[in-house]
């Protein structure tokens, strides 16, 4: 199987120096909230920006100990698989078209094909397996949401 | 004799209504939960937060409550039957468990989990009552200086104490509360990274962050668990019985691991999984038989066992008398108490004494359900075991997006959901823990209102922190939490040597 080795290698200090690009972000939008006229000492701005200055402080710690840790020893983490990422993106994908879709096409339908499609990408079973789990599994959350919990879900029809 | 009077208060409330069908649900639900591979309390509370929205509140939280506990006795049974533990508090038991199984006794295993599970809930829970009132009324004399102390030294805890990088603890934390900055700032008004979206002016809605963080990234980590598959079957129960040789060499291990996990739970961020580890260790330091321990020792099943029950109401203490929460489970239920409309703090036992008490009282009860639940129902345990992952992991995914839209029937709860999923699986597999950020987004507003507060009243005077006894005490404890790990691993270098030499 192959490894995903770039983030493998690296994911260590991608993560890290992330933190510092969402800290220099967070700390640039903290700098733009509006203070008012009157105001005591603790405006709404002190709370971000010392959150933001702690959250860069520990940012960059980590982003240089990683780096020592890297240089200290030729150890790798254990690399993920082409397979397993595929199969986490695949769902995270699936998820975000869930979202996408219910508005649209309504909680049954965008529930049956997350169902099945999840069940088909994970290799379950057959089709017709995947397709009766699929109607039972939405039909209880159906049940369990619109009967019983009055969960006004989203429908094609108005 | 006001313990007695409470305790018959809160007994009252847990046979009222449906609230005794609850206590079984949750004790049911719970041990269902936390015996399934990759679902601990702390998910499987989050899971079933959305169905609780609609009930009266007290019943919400016995059944809470109940799923707490019995996720902790569920732990159990995978670790012994399949050596997957449903949590990290469940590892210990698996060492001596399921080398017992492996030996024909998974009956004898389970039933001494469930004895153990039993006697720690029980040692717990009294001493949960004990203590309660004199922590309520100790804490009744905190300002808000003590307050603000209190939630940073809460903070910190939990991100050093925890397993991983106190660095990385530190940063989730953080990341945690610069999230509950997000919305309207109470004091001036002023919209605060909102970017203009109505839907973020309230803030970022708890239970999101919640499922988000707990029920879509373990959803995503048992994805990864099927790619690489490695289910193994249920092991035969046997006999549920152990012999008289095994009870005597097990009941002071009970006893043993009932007081380190209460002392252990009462710290946060210290929880259930360093509970257990800890009673294992020194069951196995005391034993006249260290040998047998990994090889099926029936002390090596008691101690942690014991421990891990008895942690929860340790856990449940800081909770329920300072709000401030001990371990994730407690933290989700902090959040739910909040999303109820309930302050929590030393208040609660003033202003929600049925509740309070109730929800001791049914754990009282449930810790006796589930005793009688777990033995005779050890074969339905065993069937619902083989659930396939693959249909565990949709169900998840579904009931976490389908429970975060009916939380305002919002779509943008939905997305948010998704967005904290992904953070919190990617914070996963980089070893940042995820506790320290939700406790971030929970503490947040009420530390930076508890400072405020502070200030107002010392007239800016920021020597108020370091001059005051309790607040010069947590804030030293937090700096030890910070530096310790730190300069105990210098001093032992410099006395032992470097390893790497």
Redesign the interface.
Known sequence: MRSVGFYARFSGEIFAASGIVIAVVYLYFSFSIKVPLVVDFLGPRFMPLTLGLIFLVFSIHLLVSEVRRKAASAKLVVPMTFRTVYSVAGSAGLSVFYFLAIEHIGYLLTSLVFVFVFLVLSQYGGIVKCAIYAVGIVAIFQLIFRLLLGVPLPTIFV | MEVLSNLQLGFAEVFTGYNFFFVIMGAFFGTWIGMLPGIGPATGIALLLP?TY?MDTTSALIMLGGIYFGAMYGGAISSVLINTPGDASAVMTAIDGNPLARKGRAGAALFICASASFVGGMLGLIGLTLMAVPLTEFALLFGPAEYFMMMVFAIVATSTLIEG?P??G??SG??G??IS?IGI?L???????TFGQPDLMDGINLLVVIIGLFC?SE??IN??R???KTDQAPMPVGKLWITKAEWLRSRWALIRGAGIGFIVGLFPGAGGAVATAFAYAMEKRISPHPEEFGKGAIEGIAAPESANNASVSGALIPMLTLGIPGSASTAIMLGALMIYGIEPGPQLFQEHPKLVWGLISSLFVGNFVLLILNIPLIGLWVRLLKI?T??L???I???A??GS??LQ?S?AD??LV?VF??LG??MR??D?PTVPMLLGVILGSML?QS??QA??LSV?DWTIFFTRPLCAGLLGLSVLCIFGPTIIAKLRRSVVGDPKV
């Open positions: 169905f609609d990088s660095a990385k530190i940063l953080v990341f509360l610069m900055t700032d004091q001036s008004s002023s919209a605060r990274f879509i959803a995503f994805i990864e099927f790619t690489t396939p693959e249909i992991t949709v169900i995914l579904l009931l997006l389908t839209y009916a029937n779509l939905v997305g998704l999923g992904v699986y990617a597999k980089n940042f930076e400072l405020r200030l107002m800016n």
